[in-house]
Nanobody
Framework: QVQVVESGGGLVQPGGSLRLSCAAS????????SGWYRQAPGNQRDMVAE???????NYADSVKGRFTISRDNSGKIVYLQMDNLKPEDTAVYYC?????WGQGTQVTVSS
């Protein structure tokens, strides 16, 4: 069973930066891609960024040019670098590694 734990969330002012990290652990791990998703109160969970097993990336239009997803060679650690943050980026951010999900980390962008 694979477990996923996110870290790096917090409160930041508009225009600031945060880096989220996500670590997967457990046996029988087979990397098949990962991603970051977010859910604001009253909204559905939306894709923010994804990275395939080959390294190809995909971003939501709202974060293109501001967010960058990356991973280590094992695929067990996934990062989301978030720059030029905006209040509308406020949400709980969830990491997915292959088919396993984390519990989420809160990101709040406010002055």
């Amino acid at each position: 069973q694979v477990q996923v734990v996110e870290s790096g969330g917090g409160l930041v002012q508009p225009g600031g930066s945060l880096r989220l990290s996500c670590a997967a652990s457990g046996s029988s791990f087979s990397f098949s891609g990962s991603g970051w998703y977010r859910q604001a109160p009253g909204n559905q969970r939306d894709m923010v960024a994804e990275i395939s097993s080959s390294g190809r990336t995909n971003y939501a239009d709202s974060v293109k040019g501001r967010f960058t997803i990356s991973r280590d060679n094992s695929g067990k650690i996934v990062y989301l670098q978030m720059d030029n943050l905006k209040p509308e980026d406020t949400a709980v951010y969830y990491c997915r590694v292959s088919t396993a999900w984390g519990q989420g980390t809160q990101v709040t962008v406010s002055s």
